[in-house]
């Protein structure tokens, strides 16, 4: 049996948006800047998709910009902010377990002189808010802050600091990755008091290569890329209309169901969980209620490497990850979100991110909890027998 558990890496697009990307593809082909009915067609459906992830965001009209990804969506509001606002100040507020293309933009803004604090977490993996108040400075110009955790899953208390940095004057740009948080779990970005947010097409069964950022229209950034105006000349080059669309459609099947493929989601960590609680010596990474977006687990399996229990399972045809695809490929020895969580070393090396999707069934993760714990158990044998 396959058992796909690596959904937070990315996800299967579902049948019908792989549908709509064909016909983007082999009927609406025209560019969306032309002005023969090709084009036309091309941007009435552009146009379509944006008020499909707009309406699901809660987001005023016209307030998405369209990018290639998650990545390039957070890096225009980090760096496209803090370059605009530099003349009001050089301090920027994160934190130590955003995602690479957030923590790599700060680095980058501190080689121009910007000052960073990056604020630790607790021990399941979520900021104070105490703490956050007392980082903020009069020169504070930009706070950038995860939704939800891409390797625990913690839900960060983005509300609460949305409803006071409104109290702040001049008030800080609110930047928020809400990668794994879109279609996880239910929100309105008004309803948040963010100044912008990034989401992704892969990561909710739409295609690759497409993302988009929130912008609230009052507020303003350098862009990072000029050319022929397109996305009112804040993200310009010929749309990825395809990719757009693809997104949209996905949203769009997501939307129709939400409340119980989110319910699912839940039960589905939950009965994972139980197969997987019966190991000795493991240790509950994320949390199981609502502090806790509802697809992601990460449990440390001690005295295992948890690189060698991912190929492990691999050869069984069950996928998982140690954390971020995004940093998977970097010479570290452990994951900065966990190390940040103050896991000791046996807990960060037998670390294994499970993430789930509302497709899988009961029997396809009662057999991956099986498997699991067989693997664990075979290579625990092994170690102990080499002592």
Not at 80 to 107: D, F, M, Q, W, Y
Not at 134 to 145: D, F, G, H
Not at 171 to 194: G, M, R, T
């Amino acid at each position: 049996m396959f058992v796909y558990l690596d959904n937070s890496a990315t996800t299967q697009p579902l049948k019908a948006v792989i549908e709509e990307m064909t016909d983007m593809m082999t009927e609406n082909f025209g560019n969306p800047s032309s002005m023969h009915k090709l084009g036309v067609a091309a941007e009435k459906k552009i146009k379509q998709a944006r008020w499909t992830l707009e309406k699901a965001l809660g987001a005023e009209d016209k307030s998405l910009l369209f990018t290639s990804g998650g990545t390039e969506a957070n890096n225009m509001a980090v760096l496209g902010v803090a370059r605009r606002l530099k003349k009001r100040g050089n301090h920027i507020i994160t934190t130590a377990i955003e995602h690479p293309s957030v923590l790599s933009a700060c680095k980058q803004l501190e080689s121009e002189g910007f000052e960073v604090t990056y604020l630790p977490v607790d021990e399941t993996g979520v900021v104070s808010l105490d703490a956050f108040k007392k980082a903020l400075r009069k020169e504070t110009i930009l706070v950038a802050m995860m939704h939800a955790n891409n390797e625990v899953g913690r839900i960060q208390p983005i509300k609460e600091i949305g409803t006071f940095l409104k109290t702040i004057n001049p008030k800080p740009h609110f930047h928020v990755d809400a990668v794994q948080s879109f279609e996880k779990i239910a929100y309105k970005v008004k309803a948040l008091n963010v100044d912008s947010m990034s989401i992704s097409g892969h990561k909710v069964h739409g295609p690759k290569g497409i993302g988009a950022l929130y912008m609230k229209k009052e507020a303003k950034f350098e862009p990072l890329v000029y050319g022929g105006g397109q996305e009112n000349d804040q993200r310009p080059g010929t749309e990825n209309a395809p990719g757009i669309v693809g997104f949209a459609k996905a949203v769009e099947l997501l939307e129709a169901d939400k409340n119980a493929h989110l319910e699912r989601l839940q039960a589905l960590k939950e009965l994972l969980y139980r197969e997987l609680s019966s190991i000795e010596a493991i240790k509950l990474n994320s949390m199981m209620d609502e502090g806790a977006v509802p697809h992601i687990l990460n449990i440390s399996f001690k005295g295992v490497r948890g690189e060698v229990l991912l190929h492990t399972l691999e050869m069984k045809d069950i996928f998982v990850s140690t954390g971020s695809a995004c940093a998977s490929n970097k010479n570290k020895s452990y994951s900065h979100v966990l190390e940040s969580m103050g896991l000791n070393t046996s807990e960060k090396e037998g670390a294994i991110r499970f993430s789930l999707n509302h497709m899988l069934t009961e029997d396809e993760i009662k057999y991956a909890g099986e498997v699991i714990k067989a693997s664990v158990e075979e290579l625990r044998s092994i170690i102990k027998g080499r002592v």
